[in-house]
């Protein structure tokens, strides 16, 4: 079941309940039986975990304004301190 809203000119938002795919154009409102307009919104994108939200937001704003940078971002101290895999010693290097 998915979640539609809908809105009434006098009373605002309302919301139901229909399988995907079939809710209609028009429903109802609970309060004075006016017909309300389907209302087309993202879907429920704030339940999501807030890096997931926070990574869509740093998207969404870099499309229109990207972030000016000086330099390539400075190592992580903890980087370095990671042990070498003797493996990769072995690969060729350009």
Known sequence: MAVYQYRCPDHGPTETRCAMGSAPATVRCPACGADAAR??????????????????????????????????????????????NPALARLPRP
Do not use: I, M, N, W
């Open 39 to 84: 209302v087309f919104t993202a879907p429920r994108l704030s339940f999501g975990s807030p890096v997931r939200r926070a990574l869509l937001d740093r998207t969404e704003q870099s499309r229109d304004e990207p972030a000016v940078v000086s330099g390539p971002p400075a190592r992580h101290p903890s980087a370095a301190a990671l042990p070498r």
